[in-house]
């Protein structure tokens, strides 16, 4: 038996799994427990993926602000199980910066009459009595799709710039399924009239959620060690470089750990790889037509500047949406208000500012020091902290955060979608593993079906975050408020 031989041959495995963020990990775990020998590889140098802690200092940071809700009772024991009393309930607060005022987030009545004015509120409903009567005939775009249901003028105060900030393309380029994918099931009318009076009757309102002490990466952590104490074996630094196939089966898979290349033999394949990339490494290559529909695939980065501020309290929110057009930044969170832990200096606050943009545009190759100035001198002209106030800062570059929804992706992933079901042993999780903007809890779940599928089930990994059943509003509930429609829309936690 050859070297490369025998390295398989000592590493085979009954289920490889790529990529260790919460679907990886939730799949791995899974794997163990139904007694399964999994194999995790992950590119980086932790756990965690999108939804990981970043450190600094002894400062943690969360990049992007992950709350912890959910409605399935597996994922809320599992959570629990793994964190203890290490998982904080946290009443949630947030705001909205627009028009140069802060918006109490969920809207509050005086609040939101004495910041947009009573002519403005008139308008709000006036707008939306017209998109009754004179409806865009065709749903095509998010623009279409909100302004049906809320009218012009609340899209534009709470939907347009934010969102296009997110997305970087204008609202009539984002796919209308997106937005039914998440604002599905609310009821407008309830919405404008909760925003203006406070009448509140929904279920569903998420006035707070679960936290863990030191961000979410405690959580991963703690699932990644659970995974190696039933027997399985996680890889850290270990990029999946190439797949073979035959006869419609992932027959091996390449891998670079700590300088050198392994080869191993699949019986099953699960992915959260970027559904693209995972096209990419096939090997003979996929049809044209498959490469050609996962190029019109693409994604939203994320950096985050991170300060830390020599005071006690900045402001009370966790996070703040910004909308105004006049700077970049998108969100705006603060650490200590998610825990206390997260800052080890009780006379210090720690501030995270949020930018979306593209891998390799102008903001994503922006040198440090640019990146700082920009997000210190924005700080200051929102009122939020003077720059004397800085004592340090940190960057963090998150690739590929988010899949884009443009009108072309819903074509483009079913043609990546059919050609991957002739697969018998592959199956692919997540949020990047599926394209899908999924929730934590929806992705882990993925995670856990496609380890199901793999005994004696034949779950649909593609109805999760899709079904009545998995989304986070009441099935039955009658009507639905501005917090809601938020969270469904472009607020989701991550």
């Known amino acids: 038996?050859?070297?490369?031989?025998?390295k398989m041959h000592q590493r085979e495995k009954k289920v490889v799994v790529i990529g260790a963020g919460p679907a990886g990990l939730s799949a791995a775990h899974e794997a163990v427990k139904q007694k399964m020998t999994p194999l995790l590889l992950e590119k980086a140098d932790r756990v965690g993926g999108i939804a990981r802690t970043e450190?600094?200092?002894?400062?943690?940071?969360?990049?992007?602000g992950h709350r912890f809700f959910t409605k399935f009772e597996k994922i809320l024991a599992l959570w629990h199980d793994l964190m203890g009393e290490d998982f904080l309930k946290v009443p949630r607060k947030s705001s909205i910066y627009f028009n140069n005022r802060f918006y109490n987030y969920p809207l509050r009545p005086l609040n939101a009459l004495f910041n947009l004015g009573i002519h403005e509120s008139f308008m709000v409903i006036l707008s939306f009595v017209i998109s009754?009567?004179?409806?865009?005939?065709?749903?095509?775009?998010?623009?279409?799709?909100?302004s049906n249901r809320f009218g012009q003028r609340l899209y534009k105060t709470f939907f347009k710039t934010y969102t296009e900030k997110v997305w970087g393309i204008p609202c009539k380029q984002i796919g209308a399924d997106w937005a039914a994918q998440r604002i599905k099931g609310l009821s407008l009318t309830a919405t404008i009239y909760n925003a203006l009076f406070g009448f509140q009757n929904s279920k569903s309102l998420i006035d707070e959620f679960d936290y863990p002490t030191k961000g979410p990466g405690m959580m991963w952590d703690r699932l990644h060690e659970k995974t190696k104490t039933g027997g399985g074996e996680v890889l850290l630094n270990s990029e999946v470089i190439s797949l073979n196939h035959e006869n419609g089966h992932i027959t091996d898979a390449t891998y670079i750990h700590q300088g050198k290349r392994f080869k191993i033999a699949v019986e099953h394949l699960v992915s959260?790889?970027?559904?693209?990339?995972?096209?990419?490494?096939?090997?003979?290559?996929?049809?044209?037509?498959?490469?050609?529909?996962?190029?019109?695939?693409s994604y939203r980065a994320f950096i985050i500047v991170i300060f830390i501020i020599d005071k006690p309290s900045l402001f009370s929110e966790q996070w703040i949406y910004i909308h105004s057009p006049n700077v970049r930044v998108g969100r705006?969170?603060?650490?200590?208000?998610?825990?206390?832990?997260?800052?080890?200096?009780?006379?210090?606050?720690?501030?995270?500012?949020?930018?979306?943009?593209?891998?390799?545009?102008?903001?994503?190759?922006?040198?440090?020091?640019?990146?700082?100035?920009?997000?210190?001198?924005?700080?200051?002209?929102?009122?939020?902290?003077?720059?004397?106030?800085?004592v340090d800062e940190f960057v963090v570059h998150q690739p590929k955060a988010y899949p884009v929804y443009d009108q072309n992706y819903s074509n483009c992933l079913g043609v990546i979608?059919?050609?991957?079901?002739?697969?018998?042993?592959?199956?692919?999780?997540g949020r990047n593993g599926m394209h899908r903007y999924n929730n934590m809890d929806h992705s882990m779940l993925t995670g856990m079906m496609a380890i199901q599928n793999i005994t004696n089930h034949s779950h649909d990994l593609w109805s999760v975050n899709e079904e009545d059943e998995y989304l986070e509003e009441e099935k039955k509930a009658p009507t639905a408020n501005c917090r809601e429609l938020a969270d469904k829309a472009i607020y989701s936690n991550g």
């Open 1 to 6: 038996m050859n070297m490369e031989k025998k």
């Open 55 to 64: 450190s600094y200092k002894g400062y943690y940071f969360d990049v992007g």
């Open 132 to 146: 009754k009567i004179s409806p865009y005939p065709k749903e095509e775009t998010f623009e279409e799709w909100v």
């Open 272 to 297: 959260s790889a970027p559904i693209t990339t995972l096209v990419s490494m096939l090997k003979p290559k996929a049809p044209d037509k498959v490469l050609e529909a996962s190029h019109g695939l």
């Open 332 to 390: 705006i969170q603060n650490f200590k208000n998610w825990s206390a832990a997260m800052v080890p200096d009780p006379n210090h606050t720690s501030i995270g500012m949020e930018y979306f943009c593209t891998e390799g545009d102008h903001l994503w190759t922006m040198p440090k020091a640019e990146l700082v100035e920009l997000a210190a001198r924005e700080l200051v002209e929102l009122g939020l902290a003077d720059t004397n106030d800085i």
């Open 417 to 429: 979608q059919k050609f991957i079901a002739n697969f018998k042993n592959l199956q692919t999780i």
